[in-house]
């Protein structure tokens, strides 16, 4: 849908890349057949919307391969989906779904936020044994989108992690990157949100020290413990509904890790719960000054 693939099939040939019918279930049921056999089957779902017809087989077969088969199966599978707003998609091509699949044992979840990382991730989840769904913030693949819609495209072309050479390493699942340093407050994103949450900082003159998870799960506790015990106030923002989005564990860890740190209470920056809006997009999308307010306010709590 978004040309990521495009050219594979003819460098690769049709036995090795292929379409399929446009349908889910039938896609990753037959792919989670190839992994048991031994293949590492990369799929995409055309849009993160339209998994649920799958998530039968990726609950019920894929994330409980290896442990009902004790360990005779894998289900080396990576699941490809583009997701999130902010191409006026509306609401059935703009969902941010991860909170749904980081509450299932068995299962890994990534979500990159540029090219490069993008490309070390992806090596990392074809290699790892277990199932890994792979989620790429659409906005994101014409350049780092900072939540102005109204202003100019930003292209990757001018941007550090918008070059990705031919031999880029895994990047390791699990591990945060730190996209901007701060002594005031920590800013937990992910995909769209990071470039959201450096404008939001830019634009207020809050230090705000602001980290780009990656992976969600595995998850880098590590990197966001030390930066809310340095900064003592923590800021969260995704692009999900806020009803137990992923948002929420997020609290919960730094709540129970950082209790005594804290100089603030944590605030949470969300999608509404609701249907995404096609006519008010921008509106429900966790911008730059709705973000801006959060750090302001929990600057003066």
Known sequence: MFRCTAGLQEKYGSARCFDAPINESGIVGTAIGMAAYGLRPVIEIQFADYVYPAYDQIVSEAARLRHRSNADFTCPLVIRMPAGGGIFGGQTHSQSPEALFTHVSGLKVVMPSNPHDAKGLLLASIADPDPVIFLEP??????????????????????????????????PLGKARITREGADVTVLAYGTMVYVAETAAR???????VIDLRSLVPLDLDTIVASVKKTGRCVIVHEAT???????????????????????????????????????????????????????QVMED
């Open 138 to 171: 659409k906005r994101l693949y014409n350049g780092p989108f900072d939540g102005h819609h109204d202003r100019p495209l930003t292209s990757w072309k001018s941007h550090p992690l918008g070059e990705v050479p031919d031999g880029v390493d895994p990047l």
């Open 203 to 209: 634009e207020t003159g809050v230090d705000a020290e």
């Open 242 to 296: 806020r009803t137990c989005g992923f948002g929420a564990e997020l609290m919960s860890l730094v709540q129970e890790s950082c209790f005594y740190h804290l100089e603030a209470p944590i605030i949470r920056v969300t999608g509404w719960d609701t249907p995404y809006p096609h006519a008010q997009e921008w509106e429900y999308f966790p911008g730059p000054a709705r973000l801006g307010e959060a750090l302001k």
